[in-house]
């Protein structure tokens, strides 16, 4: 069974930065992508950044150039890292780990982010 665990989450004033970390484990293949999601209270969850299996990645233009997505090694392809720079309280939200493995989105518990003076 897939498990995906995520870290790195917590409390952090506005323009502070955090970094979120997620590893999956429980299959004998890597998964094809991986991503983080996020989801703030009444809204739609959003995909904030994705990285595949070839190191393509992108991230939403809501956070391009405060967040950065990446791996801990270009060989490792079951771990994905969210690094967060100026945080907005807008940026509040529980962040979800994501992975495809053979056509299935397997998802993490979620780690709250809080961005409050």
């Known amino acids: 069974q897939v498990h995906l665990v995520e870290s790195g989450g917590g409390l952090v004033q506005p323009g502070g930065s955090l970094r979120l970390s997620c590893a999956a484990s429980g299959s004998a293949i890597s998964p094809v992508a991986m991503a983080w999601y996020r989801q703030s209270p009444g809204k739609e969850r959003e995909l904030v950044a994705r990285?595949?299996?070839?190191?393509?990645?992108?991230?939403a233009d809501s956070v391009k150039g405060r967040f950065a997505v990446s791996r801990d090694n270009a060989r490792i392809r079951n771990t994905i890292n969210l690094q967060m720079n100026n945080l907005r309280p807008e940026d509040t939200a529980v962040y979800y780990c994501?992975?495809?493995?053979?056509?299935?989105?397997?998802w993490g518990q979620g780690t709250q982010v809080t961005v409050s003076p």
């Open positions: 990285l595949s299996a070839g190191a393509d990645s992108s991230v």
């Open positions: 994501a992975a495809v493995i053979r056509g299935t989105t397997f």
